[in-house]
């Protein structure tokens, strides 16, 4: 909105001109939706205790997470809110890029959100139901896979890490492909998000990453220099990674622990899918797999714990999620937050080198 009503200003003074420079907006962005989410923080727990939205405990989980019983949940709300609104102030709003991925992050908290009410509203731990929610779910990503598929000039083709010369065409098999990216990516951050900030720390180092990639694919010369798929437009979306960072760290001031509030699913569903939207426009699907490493590990504790149970009738873990297994094990809950941050820091640096070594 700024970059719409300010740059014209340009042919009066000079100054406007900066208002062109995607780093610029970018920075802008991260501050504003960092203060808002800061102003907007103690106001929303406020009303989350009022309206009674705390969060409902499983009784089979670690006792320990008993005492968190009642703490206000959908706080991912102050995520969204504080994002969107500095991506709307600062990108260009013509780019389809930006309402493509913005439309799969409301889409994805809006049903994050109907879960989070169900459960509040009914008591217990049980939301709307799985296939209801996967269904919705595809619905969202597909429609944002198929938008995509049909904007001229937009590839089909996969950039393979390390290997410049590999980029499989996956033709009309891209459109479930990247329906599964952001589907599973959003899955994926719901799960880990068992910790207080054990999630949204990731989220924002993720973010942070994209941001980095999604002005690298948007800088031809940068991109031909670096042999990634260049993408004409895609650098808006630095814009958006940056609102997602500030829009994480203003949320982590209230979400570390002890957290004040939770994000809900309204926020891990809607974060995970911003993630698996941006990695498929930018062309990095296959990355987000390394970037998001934490969450790729969450879900594969998960599904060897599930698999193994069901054939061999004993667990691999002491508890899935693996940061419950960690918790049974006797570490403190902010020990295992801090590792897996540092373990989230270290996969984004891998991943950023693989823009070298191809």
Known sequence: MLYHLLYPLVEYHTFFNVFRYITFRTIYAILTALVLSLLLGPWLIRKLKDWHMGQKIRPYGPERHLEKEGTPTMGGILILFAAGSATILWADLTNLYIWVTLGTIVGFGAVGFWDDWRVVRSGSHRGISGRVRLLLEVLIAGAAALILAQHPGFSTRLSVPFF??????????????????????????????????????????????????????????????????????????????????????????????????????????????????????????????????????????????????????????????????????GWAEPKIIVRFWILSIFLALLAVSTLKLR
């Open 164 to 329: 410049k010369n590999v980029h499989p065409d996956l033709g009309p098999f891209y459109i479930p492909f990247a329906l599964f990216v952001i589907v599973g990516a959003a899955n994926a951050v719901n799960l880990t998000d068992g910790l207080d900030g054990l999630a949204i720390g990731p989220v924002t180092i993720a973010a942070g990453t994209y941001l980095l990639f999604t002005y690298i694919s948007g800088h031809i010369k940068i991109a031909h220099y670096l042999q990634i798929p260049y993408i004409p437009g895609v650098g808006e979306l630095t814009i958006l990674c940056g609102a997602l960072v500030g829009a994480g760290m203003g949320f982590l001031w209230y979400n570390a622990y002890p957290a004040e509030v939770f994000m809900g699913d309204v926020g891990s569903l809607s974060m995970g899918a911003a993630l698996g939207t941006v990695a498929v426009i930018t062309k990095h699907e296959i990355l987000l797999a390394i970037v998001g490493g934490i969450f790729v590990i969450e879900t594969l504790s998960v599904i060897f714990q599930v698999t193994s149970f069901r054939l061999r009738h004993k667990r691999i873990f002491r508890m899935a999620p693996i940061h419950h297994h960690f918790e049974m094990k």
